[in-house]
């Protein structure tokens, strides 16, 4: 089963978009075991977006359709599903009542513009919107199986999940598309080490005959390890790949954060949970990134108790007691003010652990003794308190996340029992 | 001129890795006045890639693709250029030589795998890596100017700003390919207003017969609405899209918060300067992301005096006394207890103004009365305080972004004196 992923809209030719979507689809699909062939973007023309659907159709089986939904005159995707599938769109009452009730819910009432949305192909099925208002399409027309999704990510990503997938695995067991067929993927995401070093360390692993393929994803938190099977026999391959992943752990140990969908802060939230430990934490440079890191895990109430973003120096001595002469003879940005931050909110707070940073994220405030991306990560706990120093780079955005991935990842050390000093 | 972006690589087609490359390309061309009307990527397959080049010459002046350069034996991209274009491979001494130099220069030697990057298709040019080892291929074959350049983006951004666009410009005044023409955009930044409202508002502006082309891009944060004017006077084109632009502000007006790059953290920013005020943030379900979007800013010290993240009640009471009995009283969750973070935030760190949110994420926490979504944003000045209710979605991650996104929108739509109580 071979598939096409279209992504409509002109802002994804202008380049002032970034595609998420269609990787999204990818994904999704890939895990299914349903191999992703081609993917097109196209701008709001009717006649491309109509030629698309033709050259899709002569390549793949199933095509996903991402945008081109919504009420306005350049949404052009039905339009273009009439003239390449040649099917008349159809009005329903039921879909204009479904429109019309979700716009109750939310206090209003639907504008006449929204009407056109009740129109689908021929022959074709509305797929319901949880997020949002425009329905998607699904059409089978002779070997093709097409679906039109929303544009907006969290609308596609809904309809995705729980409307065109469902339709898939059906498909792909009853349907006349070849045998099964599965692509298992397995990511082992690392942080605080390269990816060159990485490739020394598991070279030996890898074997361009075996069966697991390996890629090496870098990102400016972490590298990821992608290892990658083909197969027909899913439980195989499933011992296979964690027979892999073992010896690669063996290897790298305390690289590996986690697998897949695994978050540093996720790891960090389940460690603390089990120990019974809570947290808090000051940032500056980091501006409160840290804290929105722990605060995006669901119940994160339970160890993560309060977070202070002290900006000024003046924040840095009332909040958390660092001396005013300990910050004019060290500067703010230093291992000492680190440790006193930590040691302050954790006081402040009443946690086991208090975590802090303190740097210089730029573009401008470097000086040649302590330049844009020098960075103190401090961390206080019962018995102790210490800092570490960081590098980082030169851009803002950048350094802030790097400080607070590397921030993050101090606290999974020092769970792990792997930092102490 | 029309231009085609292929992207090579399997990766590519996995979801896991975004295709930043061909929104790069994309980009540049879009600026160069070189319309892109299709984007595809295929994998390491020499036969789809064939195939998508002979698509691509039928239906684009300019083709780009990038990626399947290297040496190993997964990179294709030569070999179906051979296929598509029917051309033979043919080695250069002289390219031999560059790549063995640029061995040389980082003090090893050329490993001889890398013997063919000398090979390249009869009739085409090299196109020189600074930044690397593969060299690109510039073809001309009949009306079609095609381009490959290297899949790492440091290399790619390298060749084609200094490669391919110098070509390009030459080509597109001296060939057969029509006349100078540029597109322009602009891009005017709404939020707290709906799409189809927008719409409604703005839709008498909008002639289908006019030069310029209105697109709405909405996001779960606002709606970006698009002019775009395609035009061969750069100058005159100015003029038009700022006439344009004024008479949409004068419908909109306090809904339109920025244009193109700017942020609506960077726009108060700016506010706030001017005004000479500062202001200090207290957060509870956000966990830090208005600080974070406040820091964003490059020199946000100066009116970001201090952030505190109150996620538990203690934090509430002992930071920003916030009385206990009040709490138990209405709710964590309570526009009495949002007014009361503001004022106390605010007196805590002698700002101008403070800012609080309290709400529930979600998913869980949620009561008939006080549901998921159910967020307070309060605000404080010298006068006065007050808070706005909002009701918004299911989901955790969209609703700490919207509830950001609302508390940065008061506090610029109070700057501006659009809301007061």
Not at 207 to 226: M, N, Q, S, W
Not at 324 to 334: C, D
Request: glycine share 8%; hydrophobic share 40%; charged share 25%.
């Amino acid at each position: 089963m071979k598939a096409e992923v279209i992504t409509i809209g002109d802002e994804l030719l202008y380049g002032q978009i970034q595609d998420f979507n269609s990787s999204f689809i990818s994904e999704r699909l890939t895990a299914e075991g349903i191999e992703v062939v081609f993917k097109t973007s196209v701008g709001d023309d009717i006649n491309r977006i109509a030629e698309a659907f033709n050259i899709a159709r002569s390549r793949a089986d199933v095509i996903i359709t991402s945008g081109g939904l919504g009420p306005t005159s350049d949404d052009l995707t039905k339009k273009a599903v009439v003239k390449a599938f040649k099917r008349n769109l159809v009005f329903h009452q039921e879909i204009l009542k479904q429109i019309e009730d979700s716009f109750h819910k939310r206090g209003s009432s639907m504008p006449k513009i929204n009407q056109n949305q009740a129109l689908i192909p021929q022959g074709a099925k509305a797929l319901s919107n949880l997020w949002g208002v425009a329905p998607g399409i699904f059409l089978e027309d002779k070997e093709t199986l097409f679906f039109a999704v929303p544009g907006v990510p969290v609308e596609m990503k809904w309809m995705v999940e729980n409307e065109v997938l469902p339709v898939l695995r059906t498909k792909k067991f009853t349907g006349s598309m070849g045998p099964e067929h599965f692509i298992l993927h397995r990511k082992l995401k690392t942080t605080g080490i390269s990816e060159s070093a990485l490739y020394e360390k598991i070279e030996k692993l890898i074997d361009p005959t075996e069966e697991i393929k390996i890629a090496f994803l870098p990102g400016y938190l972490g590298v990821d390890i992608r290892l990658t099977l083909e197969t027909g026999d899913r439980n195989q391959a499933q011992v296979k790949i964690d027979e892999f992943e073992q010896k690669t752990r063996e290897i790298l140990g305390i690289y590996i954060y986690g697998t897949d969908d695994q978050t540093l802060e996720g790891v960090i939230g389940k460690l603390l949970l089990e120990r019974k430990k809570t947290i808090a934490v000051a940032e500056s440079c980091t501006g409160g990134l840290i804290g929105a890191r722990f605060t995006n895990i669901s119940g994160s109430s339970r160890y993560f108790e309060r977070g202070v973003v002290t900006y000024s120096n003046e924040a840095k001595t009332e909040f958390l007691n660092v001396p005013t002469e300990i910050i004019e003879k060290y500067g703010a940005v230093s291992e000492e003010v680190a440790i006193l931050m930590a040691e302050g909110v954790r006081r402040l707070a009443k946690t086991d652990y208090g975590l802090s940073v303190t740097g210089i994220a730029g573009p401008t405030g470097g000086t040649p003794q302590k330049p844009v991306g020098l960075v103190f990560i401090g961390f206080a706990h019962e018995n102790d308190s210490f800092a570490q120093k960081f590098l980082l780079g030169e851009d803002r955005k950048i350094n802030r996340e790097r400080a607070t991935q590397a921030a993050l990842n101090l606290v999974r050390l020092f769970l792990i029992k792997q930092v102490s000093e």
